[in-house]
C-alpha cells in the first residue's frame, strides 16, 4: 500500500527511504500458508477463483497473488499488484518509474524463515520463474528488473537498493535488528551507521 502511494498518488508527499519490511513485493504464490494475519480467509476464497471479481473485490490479500501456472490470469485479473509492478501489457505507466526511482533508499528485508510470503524471496523482488514452481529467480533475472517496469534496475545500478536477510518467522524483528536496519533510514536523509547500511546476502 505504501509503495502505490509512492507510485500513484499526483499529491503525494515526497518519499526519500522506503522501508519493506517482508513485504509480498513480487507476489506471492499460493493462496494458502502456514498461518498468521496474511492467510486469514484463503481457504475459503480458494475455491471461488482467486483472481474472479468478487475475490478480489472483497478480500485485499487477493490482489498480491501471483499463480506462477496462470501468468495470463494474473495479468487479467489481479487488480493490485500487476499495476503497481507496471507488468500490464499495454497500459506500462513511465510517471510510476519516475516517482519510484525519486527514492534515496530502497531497504528489502527479508525473513529466512518467513513462512508467509511464497516465495520468501518475493521480499527482495525475486519470484518463481514463469510457469514453475521449482525455480526461484533471484531480483535480478526477473521480468520486472530486466525490463525495468517501475524502476527496480535503475534504483539497483545507482546502489540504492540494500537487500537484508534476517532470521526468523514473519516479521519477527527484534529490537537490535530494527534498530541496525530499521531506524536509521526513518531520519531524514540516508543514514551515516555504516551497520546499519550492510547489505546481506
Known amino acids: 500500500v505504501a509503495r502505490g502511494l509512492i507510485e500513484f498518488c499526483d499529491e503525494a508527499p515526497p518519499v526519500k527511504n522506503f522501508i519493506s519490511i517482508g ?20 481457504g475459503g476464497v480458494s475455491g471461488v477463483g ?28 489481479c487488480r493490485y499488484l500487476p499495476k503497481l509492478n507496471n507488468e500490464i501489457p499495454g497500459a506500462n505507466n513511465s510517471i510510476y518509474k519516475q516517482r519510484f526511482t525519486s527514492l534515496q533508499n530502497l531497504v528489502l528485508i527479508m525473513f529466512a524463515n518467513d513462512g508467509v510470503i511464497t ?20 531480483p535480478q533475472q526477473t521480468n520486472i528488473y530486466i525490463e525495468d517496469l517501475f524502476g527496480l534496475q535503475t534504483l539497483d545500478k545507482a546502489a540504492k537498493i540494500k537487500f537484508i536477510k534476517v532470521p526468523g518467522y514473519h516479521l ?8 541496525q536496519y530499521v531506524v536509521p533510514y526513518l531520519i531524514n536523509g540516508a543514514p551515516k551507521n555504516k551497520v546499519a547500511t550492510q547489505v546481506v546476502h
Open 23 to 42: 513485504g509480498p513485493n513480487a507476489g506471492v504464490a499460493s493462496t494458502t500458508c502456514a498461518g498468521g494475519p496474511w492467510c486469514a480467509g484463503t
Open 50 to 77: 482467486i483472481y474472479s471479481d468478487y475475490v478480489q473485490t472483497h478480500y485485499a490479500p487477493s490482489g498480491y497473488i501471483k499463480l506462477p501456472n496462470d501468468i495470463a490470469g494474473y495479468l487479467k485479473g
Open 119 to 138: 516465495p520468501t524471496e518475493s521480499s527482495w523482488f525475486g519470484f518463481y520463474q514463469d510457469g514453475t514452481y521449482s525455480k526461484v529467480l533471484p
Open 172 to 179: 519477527g524483528m527484534d529490537i537490535q535488528e530494527l534498530q
